[in-house]
């Protein structure tokens, strides 16, 4: 009997095109990809923010216990690894985007994550104070955020790779997979947070940071396992992002000296719109050429220059959200220590760690975004006819305000904890504790979970 052409190969409406299976064969909609692929994703990513929290949250308490350093020296070095493990990624997507691809940075990354949290094993179990420990410790600290920078950009991008936005039930897949990401993301460090601070505080860090190693290395294998499920990209032989966007600031300094009308180059090289034409003047000359140029096309298109000014539109959004960081390094950081000062007694004779307050900034957070997305973007939709409810901007700076809000009642706490401890003779006593519950410190993690709703997921849309 002969076969018919259908099963001879795939049918074009099956094909995802632009991507391929590990063996670089074409991809069947059907047999790969979409929620099966992108649930092995999904899990290596929960296992790197419960390892990356697992540290951040009590990093504070193990710098002043084990490594003897004073409050604002720990605070300091706290700020600076999450700062340095935030502005890695940037290197990271080059490496992914140019280099490795995002499946070999994935594997690469998670491999350098199970390194460093090995050394942090090593170093927690040597003589504290001593310096050996405080090298081995920082070296290892910093090769997690050199990990992290290459695990953050890449697998999300991913995870989104598994589901074709041409295909209208793939798309509203993908709209899903981003809601239940952001939730397990979340929900991860919920529920292992409070379990992570107390064994750090009463039992050993070194068992902390082992449970970490073993989660991470059993997150890679399930991705491993995945490896045959997966749609791969097709990798992109344009320029990368960093040296399009290069490119147009080099010209258009080099042409900042010319007077072509705008209409000149319009008429050689395409149409910038009128709103973009006006904005940023100064990029438009990086249209302009000389002809030889030109003929070896080294010249900037419309759409790097818009590109660019795409990324000057962003700058004021950046510089104004530099403060609302100030906000978040001071839960990972003053916060703890201020509830480690504080009555932490729960039940007579177990008192919670100080760091695991933080999981209500978690807990917020997942109670918090359901109801934004079902009930509040609705509502906010019926007066203001925004697709959104209300507009990034909006939404950002909403979560600006209520972080004011919460340095307020920080502040109002902080005056009344001190004044306890001057009634209480405790102001040169750090290791006494304050007659006042640390309960007191609930409120301003609330809030700061509720800003997060608005500007963190904001900022990310």
Same mark, same amino acid.
């Given at each position: 009997m002969a076969t018919s052409p259908e099963t001879q190969a795939p049918l074009l409406d099956d094909v995802v095109h632009g991507v391929f299976d590990c063996n670089g064969n074409a991809v069947r909609r059907s047999t790969l990809g979409g929620w099966s692929s992108a649930s092995f994703i999904i899990w290596v990513e929960v296992a790197e923010r419960v390892a990356f929290f697992g540290i951040c949250t009590n990093l504070i308490s193990f710098l002043t216990g084990p490594l003897?350093?004073?409050?604002?020296?720990? !605070?300091?070095? #706290?700020?600076?690894? *999450?700062?340095? !493990?935030a502005l890695l990624p940037l290197l990271g997507a080059f490496v992914a985007d140019s280099l490795l691809g995002r499946y070999r940075t994935i594997i690469a990354a998670s491999l350098l994550y199970i390194l460093g949290l090995g050394l942090l094993i090593v170093s927690a179990v040597l003589p504290s104070n001593s310096k050996l420990q405080e090298l081995l410790f920082f070296f290892s600290l910093y090769l997690l955020a050199i990990a992290l920078g290459g695990h953050k950009p890449s697998v999300q991008a991913f995870g989104v790779d598994q589901f074709d936005n041409h295909d209208p039930e793939e798309r509203k897949a993908k709209s899903s997979f981003f809601n239940w990401w952001f939730w397990c993301i979340y929900a991860g460090p919920f529920f292992t947070l409070p379990v992570l601070t107390y064994i750090q505080d009463n039992l050993s860090w070194g068992l902390a940071f082992g449970i970490l190693c073993i989660l991470m290395v059993l997150s890679l294998l399930i991705f491993i396992l995945g490896t045959r499920h997966y749609r791969y990209s097709l990798k992109r032989d344009d320029e990368s992002p960093f040296v399009r966007i290069g490119k147009v600031f080099?010209?258009?300094?080099?042409?900042? %000296?010319?007077?072509?009308?705008?209409?000149?180059?319009?008429?050689?090289?395409?149409?910038?719109? $009128?709103?973009?034409?006006?904005? $940023?003047? +100064?990029?438009?000359?990086?249209?302009?050429?000389?002809?030889?140029?030109?003929?070896?096309?080294? +010249?900037?298109?419309?759409?790097?220059?818009?590109?660019?000014?795409?990324?000057? %539109?962003?700058?004021? *959004?950046? #510089?104004?959200?530099?403060?609302?960081?100030?906000?978040?390094?001071q839960f990972l950081t003053f916060f703890t220590k201020q509830g480690a000062t504080m009555d932490r007694t729960l039940v007579p004779g177990f008192d919670i760690p100080a760091a695991s307050l933080q999981t209500i900034v978690n807990f917020i957070t997942i *109670?918090? *975004?359901?109801i934004y997305d079902r009930i509040f973007v609705p509502i906010a939709r019926a007066f203001t006819r925004e697709p959104s409810g209300i507009t990034m901007l909006q939404r950002i700076g909403t979560g600006m305000f209520i972080?004011?809000?919460?340095?307020?009642?920080?502040?109002?706490?902080?005056?009344? %904890?001190?004044?306890?401890?001057?009634? +209480? /003779?405790? #102001? /040169?006593?750090?290791?006494a504790r304050v007659p006042m519950s640390i309960w007191w410190l609930g409120p301003q993690y609330l809030l700061i979970g509720l800003a997060d709703v608005f500007t963190i997921v904001g900022l990310q849309e």
């Open positions: 003897g350093q004073s409050t604002a020296t720990a !605070a300091q070095n #706290v700020n600076m690894w *999450i700062g340095t !493990a080099v010209a258009a300094i080099r042409n900042w %000296r010319t007077t072509l009308p705008i209409s000149s180059i319009e008429e050689s090289r395409g149409t910038l719109s $009128h709103q973009s034409s006006q904005q $940023h003047k +100064f990029l438009n000359k990086a249209l302009l050429a000389s002809d030889d140029l030109k003929e070896n096309g080294k +010249f900037c298109t419309v759409a790097e220059v818009e590109e660019a000014k795409a990324i000057l %539109r962003l700058f004021p *959004i950046w #510089v104004t959200s530099l403060p609302y960081a100030i906000v978040i390094a *109670i918090s *975004i359901p972080s004011i809000i919460c340095m307020v009642v920080a502040a109002l706490v902080e005056m009344q %904890r001190l004044q306890t401890a001057k009634d +209480f /003779d405790l #102001v /040169d006593k750090p290791s």
